[in-house]
């Protein structure tokens, strides 16, 4: 059973940063990619970032491009995604997401509200 839980989320201005973690259980995160999607209220979910399994390849959404970064230390099984520059538009529930044997789970989701 592969469980994702997040955490991190937050309120914070315009122009501030948030770093988000997700934690997996499960003995082989390593094999897996990750992604990060988000809500923003009001909308449908959005593909935000992902990762490859090793960590050499990252991809991401043009609105975030040079503002977030996705990165995972699989000793830990967790992902990351540290958020720069945040902007009132980048308010969502943001939740990770593995598609492991087939099956896709995620998190249950954390709030990043940015006030301008």
């Known amino acids: 059973q592969v469980q994702l839980v997040e955490s991190g989320g937050g309120f914070v201005q315009a122009g501030g940063s948030l770093r988000l973690s997700c934690t997996a259980s499960?003995?082989?995160?390593?094999?897996?990619?990750m992604a990060w999607f988000r809500r923003p209220p009001g909308k449908e979910r959005e593909f935000v970032a992902s990762?490859?399994?090793?960590?050499?390849?990252?991809y991401y959404t043009d609105s975030v491009k040079g503002r977030f970064t996705i990165s995972r230390e699989n000793t830990k099984n967790t992902v990351y995604l540290q958020m720069n520059s945040l902007k009132p538009e980048d308010t969502a529930v943001y939740s990770c997401?593995?598609?492991?044997?087939?099956?896709?789970?995620w998190g249950q989701g954390t709030q990043v509200t940015v006030s301008s």
């Open positions: 990762i490859t399994w090793g960590g050499d390849r990252t």
């Open positions: 997401y593995a598609r492991v044997n087939s099956r896709n789970y």
């Open positions: 499960g003995r082989t995160f390593s094999n897996w990619n």
